[in-house]
């Protein structure tokens, strides 16, 4: 076997991270990838079994110049937790920081650590009347640590707003090797900068997000979705703003377009031949009377277990026409909503590629999607062409290139030109402060391309 | 007159001012204070037409090391308008950036400059059948740009978040004078780091902000306060964890205790003798009716502008029985909320001044407020001295020694202890990044003290 001039680096990095969690929590050479469907692979991949042997981890590290990448439940969409790069890597894996500190069901709130999976910190509200409301999908894999740092979101974003509004406080190792928390069990606190807020959605750039304090709220009653089909996509939009003029707060404001209904149909309504497909959800009889008016004639109130089971899995029966899809997920003003959708189309055409799309219409927030055949080279070049187009077009309308997935590795460069040359630096002088060395995550949230 | 060795740096700040926004908007020596009784004198005070004569300024005062103090409505409570330091300071007052930018009540937002008033973006969006919940007080003077520089909370900020939570979109002047925007009229994004959260509560420190794109939502149909005075503070305390288990939200959970009910006598119920009064407002009579149940027998409903006109006015009567008060506004975990509010009355007690509170009991937001004479310098040398004590406690309950008002220059240094010595080193550094120079109204949101 020819050596390889990085084995001596990888066997130290194997060597620290064995001292500190033991033999049986480390592996080597071992393939990470998410939703997005991009593959790296970490030399040294570590199980700490708690916030200290984070920290442990996180100092070696950075004593010893190797880069870390977190990794939580492997479920997001822009490759945040692939390694990169010509430097081996330590991977932090959160999966043994499954504990749940503290649950205060009277006083609406839980202290988790990381690993904690969202389905658990929603089954554990539930089951005490509450309701943890961010949904952003694979709730059995996806992980609390992952849903700070990527600010997650999902379909209740709507009414209850993204990850960040339910979160007191974070507990994570900041450079060089230090456990801090910033908030707690407290609902409100303005004394110091808000690096609570800096560190979610920071996809592991800033830091290792250990452990979070969130806020629970008392679950509705009932929901009740209401739906609807449209024949074009004008009148689906129309319907979205009727919505917004009901009087009222939908749950959540979704939308499914285009051939998304045929590959995926929608069980609880006839979609043949309708172009848009709104779902909007009531949590009271009151909010399921102003949203059967406002959607119009064609409304119904439909089973939430249905439409929720169906409309978890378009993703995925999408993805599976071809065999791939790049789907995206901007955010536009929402007078922008129409044209956001319709240029989806347009762009897919110009590329020769079936294009769709779907999303959280309420926030703006669309997955426009493109399905390609991922043996096929020219069909992969061109999907990646048509997700440029996309991003261009978020900026054209005033958008962002990222609503809910963050920019991982997918969306690398693509903040420059949605912020200004100032704002970017700004975005750049944040990451070289709390990360001097540029250890946590390298090539993540990069603000512009690396050349 | 002896010549002042500051007064030629006067007239030079005095006069690049003029040259950027005339003559007319130029002041010398301004008195500025705020609701904390602190004073301090801007040796120029300009006011710009604009957000581009803003970034004139703040690029001419980073380049000629001008401290810069922004200048909202002057309603803060921690002096954070207030000059300090031995230099003289150019002082920006927003009053003039009074533009609503646009409004599109159909989509639910407004962008707005940062002087107009609190009480204009609320009566726009009453007229439209919206509400902008944050509601921090003296909505006539308040200037959208303070209440983001502080985050400003308020009684309905238990339901609806505070102010960040509506924030969607800044615009603001970063050293050494670059105009920037972080978000839009975009309801999620998280494209780049959460600069937006940084920038809101830095209270001036980070930069100067412009304008705001803010989110609103449908008006409650009504609102419907229910209230009830209880014997003792234990078992007004055990109402509001009652009003907590009742399955419902409420818009607010307010208390007032001891001799502010003295003081300040609710017109609408009788608390002769009672230690606790406690509001919980439904939006429903569904949630009404469960909070009726929740406060016990003593509660009943009523008149929201008779609750909501007194409560806005306890804070003046009180602060007149004596000449002067000092309020805080910690905040706790909601399980120590009676060890708080009991405790306040001990440091009264152990200073010799009369002590009471009120506040945000369903955020654990309390405002522990001592009476004194302002004549009488060994009173408010107690008054001060209390204040430490009432610090310490937040920080020993677990707490924040500030909830909505911010450390300003009244509770400079209180941050460290609060937070690690890590996790203050790391507010530290957000500061000298962004204001490489200190320029940034110096001497406020400082997390340890001076010497």
Redesign the interface.
Known sequence: MVENVLERPVAAIAAAAARIVGDEYVARDELLTDASGLRGVAAVLARPADAEQARQLVAWAYANDTPIVPVGGATGYSGGIVPEGPLPVLAISMQRLWRVRSF?P????IEVEAGVTTATVARLAREN?LLFPPDPGAPEQSQIGGNLA??A?GPH??KY??T??WVTGVEAV?APG?????G????????????R??L???EGT?GLITAAWLRL??AP?QTIPVVAAYATIEEGVEAI?GA??????PAAIEYLQGTALVHAPPPFLDADGRQFVVIAEAETEHERDELLLALGPAAFAADPREVWRWRGGVSLVVRAVRGEKLAEDI?????RLQEAIERTLEIGARHGLEACSWG?A????IHSTFLYDPADPAQRAASEAAAEDLFALAREL??????????GAL?RG??LG???E???A??E??????DPKGLFNPGK?Q?RPTS
């Not at 230090?178 to 910033?182: D, G, H, I, Q, T």
């Not at 707690?184 to 690096?195: E, F, N």
């Not at 002088?429 to 709390?434: F, M, N, V, Y």
């Open positions: 205060d009277l006083l609406w709130r009347g990527t600010n979101g974003a709507f707003g993204v960040s509004h900041l230090e456990l801090v928390s910033f707690g069990p407290i609902r409100k606190d303005v004394a110091g900068y808000d690096l807020s800096l979610i959605g920071s800033l709220t008392p009653a703003y917004l003029a009901s009087g009222i707060v955010a536009v003003p929402l007078d959280h309420g926030d703006g927030n005033g958008g962002s290139v990222s609503g809910e997935h963050g920019l969306k693509q903040l949605q912020w200004s100032a704002a970017v700004a975005h002088a944040i990451k070289a402060t709390l949230k603000a």
